[in-house]
């Protein structure tokens, strides 16, 4: 029985003129900033330039041409002047420096702090203790404990984009409570320009290798990094090794970054977008400065009339007794001679421009960094209540995605886990079943600090009924406060237990109550309401012996 015979499928005549046949290869773009004609857009014409404003070439949009290259090609190429730039600014800049600060006070505080989540309670306070014990002993250089290389590391990705932690694993004889400690490495150890493939085949790009497969890992995962042995800008070193490159395994390494573009590598200074026009900022503030300080070194000047009797600038009869500059002081005589007047010089102003001109470009340099005007300048004069908590929440949300995004998720969980590993190998704990069950000793809660509120009556009030009600557990309360909730207890009974023995007397808990109105808060929103509103007028206005209706 023969097979049956393959449908054939039509192809219905073509309306209109027809596609050209589709070449048999596909071009290359001559530059990442041009793109490569095709039939598509040679046959759609003039139409498909002028769909979208943003794509006509006319001329005031000539000259934006940008590139088609990904944010690691603009990295590799130009990363290391961006990320000098950023750094020069960081140290000289006063607006950077106090974006700086705040970013890092924000972001990490008094540090993001672990909350085991063993159900064993004995287990529980084991690992608390010495966890607690080795953030004493965390940093390698032994210049400040874990949370403060939080803070640095929240400052290096502040600065440069990214920063990196290498685990130093150490020996017993070192008497340490866990035998790990923390290197920081900044950006600049990392070349950005550092690409080719290695003798096993891996790709190196921008000094990260990754895997081709062949070395047992999965392709495309991080296999190491090529660090410069010695900082490139360190000039107080006197001995430099031979090698210029150390390869670190990727087990061995923290990389902390924001991805902002898929497949980013490397990361990018959180100030680029702001940069040039702090930097432009910061010129004319020093122009205007240079201006008002050299008309105020000049309080007056002596005219000299060539009509009168007496000397005359130039003349080559008279004698020249040098420049006159005078010192005067408050009450002093000035004796002038024949021909000679005085003009008292205006230093003038900085211009009525200045103080909307400085505002409007900060507010702009403050939007590119994502932080709040009045953190970066320190000015809260046209601020209010309202327009203070709706920037801080604002703020609150950038900055808890950064928390858990890169904070927690690229440093705090893997050096838990090193450090976890090394404890148990060391025997430092004993954690029974932990090399068959790793993960369920390894579960954590990691806890920012708390934040601090314009109004913090309403916020605790809030929190109070959200709890009577079962909306939220209190619990949840005590973290947002930077708090273990089982810690908080502890203290809390233990408090209990020593008031009642000492007869102490403590005053019940105050009931819900309705929001003041005499707050700080709800005076000033009674007092903005009250500005807006047209006042009387005096014809309005009741008579002391007129009751109003």
Known sequence: MSAPAKPHLRVPATVGPTLPAAPATIPVAPSLGASTPDPFTSRIGPVGSNGFEATRGSRRLRSWNPTNANLNSLLAASGDTLRRRALDAARNNPYVTSALASFKAHAVGTGIKPSFLATDPTYKQQLQELWSDWTDEADADDATDFYGLQAVMAGGLFNSGESFVRFRFRRAADGLSVPLQL????SIMLPLDLNRIEPNGNETRCGIEFSSGA???TPGKRAAYWFYRNHPGDFTRLTVPGEMYVRVPAGEVCHLFLPEEEGQIRGKPWVAASLVRLYLIDLFDDAVLAKML???LFGIAITKNPGEDGPVPGDPDQPDDGDRVLSLTSGCTLELLPGEGVQVI???EAGHSYEPFEYRNLTAAAAGMGIPYANVTGD???ANYSSMRASQVEFRRRIEQLQYMCLVFQFCRPVLKAWMDQA?????????GYRQRPRSWQRTKWIPPKWDWVDPLKDRQAEQIAVIERWKARSDVVDAEGDDVEQVDARIAADQAREKRLGIEVPRPL???????????KKQEQDEKAAQEPSQTSADAPTPTQTPA
């Open 511 to 521: 009931a819900v109550m309705p929001v003041s109105e005499k707050t700080p808060a």
């Open 424 to 432: 148990v190998i060391s025997g430092a704990i004993v954690l029974p």
């Open 215 to 217: 070395d047992g890992l």
């Open 346 to 348: 205006d230093p003038g």
């Open 183 to 186: 290197q920081l490495l900044p």
């Open 294 to 296: 050299t008309t105020q």
């Open 380 to 382: 809260v004069s046209k």
